[in-house]
């Protein structure tokens, strides 16, 4: 007869195994800190340049420190926050230039993810989420926090990239929309809001209609925007009212 197995001793034996993954660790609550840190951006509470200090930031969100310095260096790898020796983790700086220079990017993928997304099989209902979002955005620019507005302008650009049906493009513009929240957050306290609204739905009906060229022209008119913005004298602006 076979020997039987011994449970116990596999058990013993595995745990003395050295293993080749880290233990998965719960990330809710780190999530949740780097939210709150990119909603104080969209808010003016943090502004570009400003230091974040974790003790602070722990204490206003009620939870302790290691949940908040895992979040910065979360958004640190995102490219949201920036670690100087002796300085301490700081805010993304905004530049005119860094912004021109990020839109364009965000452009080739936008471009990209209409292309792919009017391949898709289906008709117009291809784009009920996109359309969905772009409501949720009206509603938000009626309200006064402006971290719902930028989160909703946020859903509505990831929601086209999504449509596009290219996971990887989804991925690269998630990995660039917290730093596109900081600069959003400098412009809906700025602008008329209107204007950004009525081209959302301009590209959606564009897109819903098939019409590449249409949506294209759309979405230049939206993310172009920025040309005529300073926002380095948005930022020195601002620190001016605060001082």
């Known amino acids: 007869m076979a020997p039987r197995d011994n449970p116990a ?5 595995a745990s003395r195994e050295p293993r080749r993954l ?3 660790q719960p990330r809710t609550m780190v999530e949740q800190a780097a939210e709150a840190i990119v909603a104080g951006a969209a808010r003016g509470i943090f502004l570009p340049g400003d230091r974040l200090v974790e003790a602070e930031i722990a204490r206003d969100l009620g939870i302790s420190r290691v949940p908040v310095r895992e979040a910065l260096r979360l958004l ?3 490219g949201i926050v920036v670690s100087t020796p002796y300085k301490g983790m700081r ?5 005119n230039r860094g912004v021109g220079a ?3 990017v965000r452009m080739a993928l936008e471009t990209l993810a209409i292309q792919e997304g009017l391949t898709q099989p289906g008709g117009p209902e291809r784009f009920q989420h996109l359309r969905r979002a772009a409501e949720g955005y009206s509603a938000a620019i009626r309200g006064t926090d402006p971290a719902q507005k930028v989160a909703a302008d946020e859903q509505f650009h990831a929601e086209l990239c999504r449509a596009s049906g290219n996971p990887s493009l989804l991925a690269l513009w998630l990995n660039l929309s917290r730093q596109l929240a900081v600069v959003w957050g400098l ?3 700025e602008d008329d809001l209107t204007q950004p609204d ?3 739905f301009a590209l959606v009906e564009a897109l819903e209609r098939a019409d590449e060229g249409d949506a294209r022209a759309a979405l230049f008119t939206h993310i172009n925007w920025h040309q005529n913005r300073d926002f380095e004298g948005m930022v020195a602006e601002r620190r001016r009212k605060l001082a």
């Open 9 to 13: 001793r596999e058990g013993s034996e």
């Open 22 to 24: 880290l233990p998965v």
């Open 76 to 78: 640190e790898s995102q």
């Open 91 to 95: 805010l993304m700086q905004v530049t």
């Open 102 to 104: 990020l839109m364009r």
């Open 187 to 189: 412009m809906v306290q």
């Open 198 to 200: 009525k081209q959302h």
